[in-house]
C-alpha cells in the first residue's frame, strides 16, 4: 500500500504563486507515475499534470506554462509549482498515485487552494 500526504494549500490573490507537496510512503517502488488532480465545486474531478518513473511529464492544457511538477527521489516527495494563478484555479488538489502492474489508485487527502480575483 502507498499513502499519500499533502500540503501546502492555500488562499492567494490572483496572479500569486503557490507549491504543493505530495510526500508518499508505503511501498513507493512500484509506483509507476504521481500526478495532482483538482476537483471545483459543482465539477469533476480532472487531471492537472502527472509524472512517470522515468520522469516524462504532461499537463492540461489550462496550466501548461504555469504550473510545474516535479518529484525529489530522495524525499519521496512531488511537488507542484504554481504560478499566475487564476480564479479558476480554485479546486480542491488531490495528490495521485499509479502502483503495480494493474496500475491501482491511490489518492491523498486533498488540499484547498484558494485563488481570490
Known amino acids: 500500500q502507498v499513502q499519500l500526504v499533502e500540503s501546502g494549500g492555500g488562499l492567494v490573490q490572483a496572479g500569486g504563486s503557490l507549491r504543493l507537496s505530495c510526500a508518499a510512503s508505503?511501498?513507493?517502488?512500484?509506483?509507476?507515475?504521481m500526478g495532482w488532480y483538482r476537483q471545483a465545486p459543482g465539477k469533476q474531478r480532472e487531471l492537472v499534470t502527472t509524472?512517470?518513473?522515468?520522469?516524462?511529464?504532461s499537463y492540461t492544457d489550462s496550466v501548461r506554462g504555469r504550473f510545474a511538477i516535479s518529484r525529489d527521489n530522495a524525499k519521496n516527495t512531488v511537488y507542484l509549482q504554481m504560478n499566475s494563478l487564476k480564479a479558476e484555479d480554485t479546486a480542491v488538489y488531490y495528490c495521485?498515485?499509479?502502483?503495480?502492474?494493474?496500475?491501482?489508485?491511490?489518492w491523498g487527502q486533498g488540499t484547498q487552494v484558494t485563488v481570490s480575483s
Open positions: 509524472i512517470t518513473s522515468g520522469g516524462s511529464t
Open positions: 508505503g511501498d513507493i517502488f512500484r509506483i509507476v507515475a
Open positions: 495521485n498515485a499509479i502502483w503495480g502492474p494493474l496500475k491501482y489508485d491511490y
